[in-house]
């Protein structure tokens, strides 16, 4: 009953100790005695996540989080910039993302950008190669979608509409990968990551073939 009766946790991550030493330094009426008892804090709480503390700006994160534990009571000099009251509930700016219809799915948005550069690119041999890869990359996002196969007719011809004409290929001259290497490779890669996903120490409730004896 008189858990229920506690004020709720501005930051539960922290936990109610941490909450109780943030209220005890907003009480302490010396200013230079607050502040050391504030940094005092500072490390207790990066200690209660040693793994970020390579993270950047996590110690300006701390500081912030210790601002809005003490819903802006606290008064010391901060080392940085902290939050302000008034920003803490506004919401972020919107992130500008293109609307545009994508033609085709399975391709995605990205590669129609590339093919949009491989159409400016000049006439030459590295164009050349960079049209080869985009075509082989289509090809592979096509047999993620069907597993059968795909004519390079088919490739060719995406690729032409998707550069609206600027991308007219010589099939005869350009080869891509065969059907059955990308599903191959596709199914190798797929084998080493459960492969490597997988836990292969020893089981230490097992016994050896050694203890067995």
Known sequence: MEYSK??????PEYGRNIQQMVAHACAIEDKEERTRCAKTIINIMGNLFPYL???????HKLWDHL???????LDIDYP??????ENLYTKPDRIPYKNSRIRYMHYGRTLEQMIDKASSYPEGEEKDQLILLIANH?????????KETVDDTKIFKDL????????????DIMKLMESRDILNRNKKNNTNKKIG????????TQRTDRQQK
């Open 6 to 11: 506690r004020d709720d946790l501005v930051l």
């Open 53 to 59: 503390r390579d993270v950047n700006d996590f110690k």
């Open 67 to 73: 601002a809005v534990m003490s819903d802006f009571k």
């Open 80 to 85: 940085y910039e902290v939050f302000k009251k």
């Open 138 to 146: 289509m090809k592979k996002c096509f047999l993620t979608w069907n």
């Open 160 to 171: 032409n509409e998707l550069s609206k004409g600027k991308l007219n290929l010589n099939q």
């Open 197 to 204: 996903g997988k836990d292969n120490r020893p089981n230490p």
